[in-house]
């Protein structure tokens, strides 16, 4: 099934290059909604201290095939297939990342660690809720081998 995903507003702060993967942690971001949703689209977000930030990779592109393979091509990390790794070269090119509100202003949302660069299309905001989040959750060691440095200032 085919579907369009519009966008509802777009990124903005001091990263550039999409190459550069680590140190998302105190990276500050602005989200300027479009304005066909009013100056009231974010009323009611800044009670809440996360928002999920649904995003589009739009400056790369699909994998040329679906193998399993090493996440960052890192030789001491085993092999996973497409859906056992968050990298951007996905079938939709779907990004999500939980993040601390700063500021909620008109329709600016002012975020910390949103891992996506100046100019990237933002599909969707959803508050972060308790009730929504797992309990119980379990991963792989090698995960925090991966993301030892990716929150890190």
């Given at each position: ?34 304005e066909?949703f ?8 800044a ?103 990716y929150?890190?200032?």
């Amino acid at each position: 099934m085919d579907f369009v995903v519009s966008s509802i507003g777009t990124v903005r702060n001091d990263r550039t290059d999409s190459a550069l993967t680590d140190h998302w942690g105190e990276v500050t971001s602005t989200i300027v909604v479009d304005e066909r949703f009013g100056d009231d689209c974010l009323l009611g977000l800044a009670e809440f201290s996360h928002v999920d930030v649904f995003f589009v990779f739009d400056r790369t592109t699909e994998r040329p095939d679906y193998r399993p393979r090493r996440p960052r091509g890192r030789a001491d990390l085993p092999e996973v297939g497409v859906f056992a790794d968050r990298g951007p070269r996905r079938p939709n090119r779907i990004g999500m990342t939980s993040c601390a509100i700063t500021s909620v202003k008109g329709r600016e949302l002012g975020v910390r660690g949103l891992d996506a660069i100046t100019g990237t299309p933002v599909v969707d905001l959803k508050p972060t809720m308790a009730e929504f989040q797992p309990t119980g959750l379990r991963q792989p060691d090698w995960v925090g081998r991966l993301m030892a440095d990716y929150f890190l200032p």
